[in-house]
């Protein structure tokens, strides 16, 4: 009798260990997956901030080229014997 409640308490100990085991591994997977979230919605954020301003500036340089007019042309004797 008393080797099966020595037996049935290792059990339990042992059954006890891989379920915090396991809880632990899938908590920590669900954790990590909340951080990427977080850190790709952060990533995307400054992404979108940084695109915003270069997106402005070819902007800006559109309506500055589009104030100059068109490119003149360069004749140079070269062009002018083609």
Not at 41 to 64: G, H
């Amino acid at each position: 009798m008393e080797l099966d409640a020595e037996l049935n308490i290792e059990l339990d100990i042992e059954l006890d260990i891989e379920l915090d085991t396991e809880l632990d591994a899938e908590f920590n997977a669900e954790l990590d997956m909340e951080l990427d979230v977080e850190s790709n919605t952060e990533l995307n954020a400054r992404l979108d901030v940084e695109l915003d301003s270069k997106a402005k500036e070819i902007l800006k340089d559109i309506a500055e080229l589009e104030e100059e007019g068109p490119a003149k042309l360069n004749h140079t004797s070269y062009t002018k014997k083609l």
